[in-house]
């Protein structure tokens, strides 16, 4: 495999690393100069036309609201990357209360933003961490609780590694004050967020994500894929206090607890990422695709429509997923109704009135052939249009309290929206159902597929991010 220049050189030991599995052609110091000019003209016009606004992307409604939170970003030049980005990955979301445990003292102290308000103090573990006022309650396993009036909480121990509710995270922990919602105007929750470099980060991600039995070059894939999905949401969520979710709503993350071949593949990859037009690509993936692609600008709001992240036909490298193939099942069509007119109350959306459903239809779909839009009418003859996502989680919508809407049974569940439907009766009938997930980017089991059959990581990663390059970024 042979890598396209990096963008930035670093140290001989650095350029080493990705020798173990790959071959770094030589570089002239001219083609150097001209990678780092071509880098500045892309950014200068790139803010050029972000302030003329002329870089507005046209998304459909049916795709706005998804249940994946993904902001309008603007494209992140390569060049604005010069250092490993520290990541701020929420592992406890709208917590009454966490814990908090580690060898030997917990050191507590303020926020960045009032350092100055309080003097950090060590505690003997474990401690538990809940909102208070407006500040926050500390109570330690030993001596008295303490109530501080601060806007967020900085924990570190001298192992450099804090346990969350039972899960070791390595770096910082940050405790932040829920934010309010309509549902939760003036919540009496908190976040708990894991500041840690993006490279140690990383390992923890491809222990969740892929099985430990897989071939290593899945894992180098994987490495590359998910480093550039990170740096793009890092940049992206800078006015908020977390950048991902510990989970499927952004990527799964175990903490510390990491095996051989997720270390290697992220140690042999450091700061390499997938690049189209001067730009990190955000890297999506997904469990299976079923043999075609869903395009991004489709499945999530505000998604890019670049090459990279565009659908079609792809070979069925994934096969040996289980879910790979699915159904057919039959749905009730009143408790369907009834759930996704739920779902459409909860993310306020017009389909939220959605009477009783009588036709469900495929109105448009991409190149692969997947579904790109669902219209559904009920008995007054009013049609709603849904995203494939939106689709596929309104269809699966369950609601935690109500007994009617249970969550639904493993044979029921719609795995991906690459799904044919028909209302007959009273029934929704679900058949030739293909793929697990919203199946954009790499496929995990095709990229374990090709693997398994000689390709390199660089193939692999070419043949889901097409027009995509691999280059260094810091």
């Known amino acids: ?40 003209l892309v950014l200068i016009v790139t803010l050029l036309v972000t302030f003329c606004g002329c870089q507005q992307q046209h998304i459909p409604n049916t795709m706005h609201g998804s249940h994946v939170a993904i902001p309008a970003r603007p494209k992140l030049p390569l060049a604005n990357l010069d250092a490993e980005p520290i990541v701020r990955v929420r592992v406890a979301r709208r917590a009454d209360r966490v814990l908090i445990n580690a060898h030997g003292m917990i050191t507590i102290g303020p926020g960045p933003s009032q350092a100055n308000r309080a003097t950090p103090q060590q505690f003997a573990a474990p401690v538990t961490i809940s909102k208070h006022g407006a500040g926050y309650a500390i109570r330690p396993a030993q001596g008295q609780a303490i109530a501080w009036g601060l806007d967020a909480l900085q924990i570190i121990t001298a192992s450099g590694h804090v346990a969350v509710n ?204 997947r579904p790109a839009v669902f219209t559904i009418t009920d008995h007054r003859n009013r049609r709603f249009n849904l995203g494939p996502e939106e689709f596929r989680f309104a269809c699966n919508y369950a609601s935690s309290g109500t007994k009617t809407l249970s969550k639904i049974p493993a044979s029921q569940r719609l795995y991906s929206s690459f799904i044919d439907v028909t209302v007959s009766g009273n029934n929704v009938q679900f058949a030739n159902g293909r793929g697990y997930g919203h199946g954009v980017g790499m496929c995990q089991f095709g990229a374990q597929g090709m693997a398994q059959a000689g390709l390199q990581p660089e193939q692999i990663l070419r043949t889901y991010y097409p027009s995509s390059r691999i280059q260094r970024a810091y």
């Open 1 to 40: 495999m042979v890598l396209r220049p990096p963008m930035h050189l670093k140290s001989a030991e650095q350029e080493s690393s990705i020798k173990v599995r790959w071959t770094v052609p030589s570089r002239r110091s001219r083609r150097a100069v001209n990678l780092l000019v071509g880098s500045c």
């Open 166 to 369: 039972g899960t070791t995270y390595p770096g910082t922990i940050m405790i932040h004050h829920s934010v309010p919602t309509k549902w939760d105007p003036t919540p009496t929750s908190v976040d708990a967020v894991n500041h840690v470099g993006l490279e140690t980060y990383l390992p923890g991600v491809l222990e969740k994500e892929l099985y430990s039995s897989w071939h290593p070059a899945t894992f180098t894939a994987q490495a590359i894929a998910a480093r550039s999905y990170a740096i793009v949401q890092h940049y992206a969520n800078e006015n908020r206090h977390y950048d991902m979710e510990a989970g499927t709503a952004s990527q799964a993350y175990v903490g510390s607890n990491t095996g051989y071949k997720p270390q290697q593949a992220v140690l042999q990859t450091r700061g390499m990422v997938l690049v189209y037009d001067g730009r990190v690509v955000p890297g999506y993936y997904s469990s299976t695709c079923g043999g075609a692609a869903q395009d991004a600008s489709i499945a999530f709001p505000n998604g890019e429509d670049i090459p990279p992240l565009h659908g079609g036909l792809r070979t069925a490298w994934c096969s040996q997923s289980k879910k790979f193939r699915w159904g057919p099942f039959t749905r009730d069509r009143t408790m369907l109704s009834a759930r996704i007119a739920a779902w459409g109350k909860s993310t306020e959306r017009s389909i939220g009135a959605v009477g009783t459903i009588t036709s469900i239809q495929i109105t448009q779909r991409n190149k692969g052939f």
